[in-house]
């Protein structure tokens, strides 16, 4: 069974709905991914920013993985790197090309922007994000903080 890649536009709220379904599944995050849906006004704004990329795997109109990712403009020079923050893809659809496809499109919209690179994170004990990644880029050994925002 085929699948198609494509970039949600506003229009698309529906299908983002679902990816967070999806997002919720694969990461068993409940929490985060679904407890305090945003309202279609405020999906629709941020579908419509430039610098938000969210790329939907679609089988038979059913979302199937996705991902998403932020443009960040750099101050240093004129160009901008491509953050993959999220991509999963659902259970039933593992192992059929779908995160390479993503991975591959979002590499082509980060070319035709003038991106200087696509960045991402992974756990050291998911392996199989790991293994995605390294087909695609080379490893760097970083620390990653969480800091929580509080006014002094």
């Not at 920013?49 to 038979?60: C, G, S």
């Not at 993503?102 to 070319?111: T, V």
């Not at 790991?130 to 969480?146: C, M, N, P, Q, S």
Request: aromatic share 10%; charged share 25%.
């Amino acid at each position: 069974m085929g699948f198609a890649v494509r970039k949600l536009t506003r229009a698309d709220i529906p299908q983002l709905r679902e990816l967070n379904l999806l997002f919720g599944d694969a990461f068993s995050d409940w929490e985060t991914y679904s407890s305090a849906p945003p309202a279609d006004a405020y999906l629709g704004d941020l579908l419509a920013e430039p610098h938000i990329i969210v790329l939907v795997a679609l089988v038979e109109a059913q979302v199937t993985g996705g991902l998403v990712a932020y443009e960040l403009r750099k101050f240093e020079r004129r160009r901008s790197e491509i953050y993959l923050y999220d991509l999963a893809v659902a259970e039933p659809f593992r192992r059929r090309g779908i995160a390479s496809a993503l991975l591959q499109q979002l590499c082509a919209l980060a070319a035709e922007r003038g991106a200087s690179s696509v960045f991402v994170q992974a756990d050291y004990a998911d392996q199989p994000a790991i293994a995605l990644y390294t087909k695609f880029g080379a490893r760097e050994a970083v620390l990653h903080f969480d800091v929580k925002p509080a006014r002094p």
